[in-house]
């Protein structure tokens, strides 16, 4: 069964600095390999749900630089369809630094570039899709007018509230699946549940749970993978479990897909670079079933 997804969201290059201990504030640390790859959480997600098989349409904004078509390499190369990507003039493309840890840990700064120049007319070239997946590294009046979107067309509205910021709270009630990591989840507290709605909460080593209206309906493991770089692992989850959801996988089948993707993105470095195919998250679930 093909879904189809339609994502709001950040495009970025991503500049890595791999292999040196994370700096303190001040501090310099040396030693360190570089690397670029395409990445933003928007494109991240797209690409991810177009490997594991959905239709994926992105909207987002590149500058009119250089960097653009690198950032939108991957995009392109896997099928999903960058037509209502827009490109502004003057404007540079979306790039995060990023330092990753010997252990795979990382820290990341975002200068958005055109990713602030996302419109809600750019939202209007949505087609209609099972699910729209939306970030927040994209102005919010962009995902309001996703949301509008959704609620027009009937998709499901899925916010990986990433990076954690104020949003108005009529946003998280109209969503029908939130995701979050434990940083998220703290930083929104009680907002984030409320009637009706999904929230996916990611625990890095320790798993994830699906909460229904504040209450666990699913809880899926680690699954147990050697991690090298952990960028990206929280946008595939995201790019998962909306395919999952969007498939009418059951909940806890869904978590567990998400899961399992998710794990497989650490396993190599780089976000985009990492991102799983359908058939090795279907391996890993068979090897380990939960
Ligand atoms: O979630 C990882 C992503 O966050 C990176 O690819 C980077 O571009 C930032 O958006």
Redesign the pocket.
Known sequence: MTVTIGVVG?I?L?LVASGAPLPRAGETVTGARFAQHP???GA?QALAARRLGAEVKMVGCVGDDALAETALALLRQDGVDVGAVMSEIGTPT?V?L?AVSPEGENQ?T?ASGANANVSPSDVAGLPNCDVILCQL?VPVHAIEAAADRATATGALLAINL?PAMEVPSTLLDRADLLIVNEIEAAFYGEALHHDGGLVALTLGGEGAVLFKQGREIARSKAYPVNVVDT??A??TFCGALACALAEGQEPQAALNFASAAGALAVTKPG?QPSLPWRAQVDQLLSESPS
């Open positions: 950040s970025n991503d990445g933003g959480k991240n979306g995060a990023i990341i975002v590294e990433a960028t990206g929280g946008d976000a």
